[in-house]
């Protein structure tokens, strides 16, 4: 499975970005999806994922309230919908997938996923 990110930018602190995540390949559509985002000098952390399931999506602390995130099966894509960005969403964003249906305990792990796109930058900044 191959992920293409895109939709990072330089952005001011208020403002809104939608991020997206096409997968492609020879699979089926991946279970479980996730974004991840890593700061300059900071660990990969967990930002939201969805389960092709269906269900609510699994936000982090940070990222609830703010950013939303959606799948569009037939189209294997995800969305970032990231509204209110602080200078603290800086980063790297990734997309990563999984075929495996993620319990809470680990949909929030890196490690977890195995298919990782090339990550999208998104910049807040005044």
């Known amino acids: 499975v191959q992920l293409q990110a895109s939709g990072g930018g330089l952005v001011q602190p208020g403002a809104s970005l939608r991020l997206s995540c096409v997968a492609s390949g020879r699979t089926s559509s991946p279970y479980t999806m996730g974004w991840f985002r890593q700061a300059p000098g900071k660990e990969r952390e967990f930002v939201a994922a969805?389960?092709?399931?269906?269900?609510?999506?699994f936000y982090s602390d940070s990222a609830k309230g703010r950013f939303t995130m959606s799948r569009d099966s037939a189209k294997n894509t995800v969305y970032l919908q990231m509204n209110s960005l602080k200078p603290a969403d800086t980063g790297f964003y990734y997309c990563a997938s999984t075929s495996l249906n993620l319990i809470m305990s680990s949909i929030m792990t890196a490690g977890r996923y195995d298919n990782w796109g090339q990550g999208t930058q998104v910049t807040v900044s005044s």
């Open positions: 969805i389960r092709r399931s269906g269900g609510a999506p």
